[in-house]
């Protein structure tokens, strides 16, 4: 075999190797997320009352997290488990799925990506008392949805206002528990 040959064969087993490691590692983790919200949910739902006469009881939010973390689990494990199948399978020398599935798995974060959120997050809980959850949410989710996750304006402004507005609205009007309103006079005249 020819050096370039060899390089190219080890380089595509060591890629294969890795990419085979990384969904094992994501189907751990999805699995993770399964026992969590089950784990949420059980205490939740044996030690803490659901609703009470004034709303929302203390097990309201633990019970809901926990079937939103079993069903959100439960499928991003469906997703790996059917890219991890493709990529096995195309290891057998069945078929050429792996470039299927790298075209399935995201990419990876880089670290300005991971420090980007965290600032950012910090920078959320610095202004939420300023600003008010409605503006501070608004300008959060455009920021993470426009810049780091590049999406089209139309689709970040829609779920943008929806994630802030609409749940402040859900918030304050249906389950009576109140978010941070603004502390700027101009801003919480105008009911943000």
Sequence with gaps: MMPDAEQSLTAQSERVDF?????????VTAAAVVLVGAFALVVASRQL?????LGPGPGFFPTCLGVI?????AVWLGMVWRTHRSVSS???GEGPADVAAQDQQPHGFSIPT????????????AVLNILGYQLSILLFLLFHLLVLG???FILSAVIAVAGSFGVFVLFTQVLTVPLPVSSIPFLRDLGL
């Design 19 to 27: 990419e085979k490691l990384r969904l094992r590692m994501s189907i």
């Design 150 to 152: 590049r999406r089209g």
């Design 49 to 53: 009352p659901f609703w009470t006469s």
């Design 114 to 125: 991971v420090v980007a959120i965290v600032a950012s997050l910090c920078v959320l809980a």
């Design 69 to 73: 973390l079993i069903v959100l689990g």
């Design 90 to 92: 195309a290891v057998d």
